[in-house]
Nanobody, 115 residues
């Protein structure tokens, strides 16, 4: 069983920045991918950014150049630095950790960007 605890969401004005954090605990396999997904009202959940245990990253085109994902594997923690936020980034952001054996989600944290 894996538990994910997210923090860092909130309300920010357009052009502002936020940093999300997600800490994982429990039975975590060393080879895993951690990342962030988001779901806006009336839309499907979509990938924002992921990072593997080897450091490989993948970003949605809509956030490239504005968001940066990083991880501290010693703490099983993943971060998402979000810059130049726009109202289109408003969504619930979900942390995810997956391995060959399992796939786990956090409870989500709301990010609201006002215009």
């Amino acid at each position: 069983q894996v538990q994910l605890v997210e923090s860092g969401g909130g309300l920010v004005q357009a052009g502002g920045s936020l940093r999300l954090s997600c800490s994982a605990s429990g039975s975590i396999f060393s080879r895993n991918t951690m990342g962030w997904y988001r779901q806006a009202p009336g839309k499907q959940r979509e990938l924002v950014a992921v990072i593997s245990s080897s450091g490989f990253t993948n970003y949605a085109d809509s956030v490239k150049g504005r968001f940066a994902i990083s991880r501290d594997s010693t703490k099983n923690t993943v971060y998402l630095q979000m810059n130049s936020l726009s109202p289109d980034d408003t969504a619930v952001y979900y942390c995810n950790i997956r391995s060959t054996f399992d796939n786990n989600w956090g409870q989500g944290t709301q990010v609201t960007v006002s215009s």
